[in-house]
């Protein structure tokens, strides 16, 4: 992934109502502890607790989508393109229904819950228990074609590589013992 142009890059970043919020909280406990405690006591808890927002929201929002150089991302987890089956790209309903009722306990999950759509990613490595992905996307339509177009790039270069392989094999001027 050293590529510096990904065919797809995404953050999944909180919602900017989350830090509102969240700020707003913080400051609800300033006014509560200012009246109660020392005010130096009250703005250093304050100024504590927004840290522990600020890392929290930042970690939680952190999570990266990224296929590039034949290999998908997602979050912490990482696989080869080739491993990849067929992609599915789905709207909301679809992705809750797929992520709730119908979800198998043996899938990687990366969801958030203000992201409405998501992508069902096929793992076709069976060596991996792991059925499916189910990665949330803002664009789970662009995502699906970039893993798509990334999985016949990939393809392709592997016929490539195996038919000038087999051409090498068989070059009579190769020696075999």
């Known amino acids: 992934m050293g590529n ?4 797809f890059r995404e953050r999944l970043r909180v919602p900017f109502r989350w830090w509102l919020q969240g700020g707003l909280m913080v400051a609800s406990f ?18 504590a ?5 600020a890392t929290g929201l930042r970690s939680y929002g952190g999570a990266r989508i990224v296929v590039d150089d034949g290999w998908l991302q997602a979050g912490r987890a990482k696989i080869e393109v080739k491993f990849v089956g067929p992609v599915l790209a789905l709207d909301k309903a679809a992705a809750r229904e797929v992520s ?37 996307s803002r664009h789970p339509a662009v995502l699906a074609a970039a893993i798509e177009q990334t999985r016949r790039t990939a393809s392709r270069e592997a ?15 190769i020696r075999r013992p």
Do not use: H
């Open 30 to 47: 300033w006014i509560a502890m200012v009246v109660a405690i020392p005010e130096a006591a009250a703005w250093g808890i304050t100024a």
């Open 4 to 7: 510096t142009t990904a065919a």
């Open 49 to 53: 607790l927004m840290a522990m927002l």
């Open 100 to 136: 709730g009722p119908l979800a198998d306990a043996r899938a990687f999950l990366l969801l958030r819950p203000y992201v409405p759509g998501a992508v069902r990613i096929e793992i076709d490595d069976p060596g991996d228990p792991t059925p499916y992905w189910l990665v949330s």
């Open 159 to 173: 016929d490539a590589d195996n038919t000038k392989t087999q051409v090498r094999s068989t070059d009579p001027g």
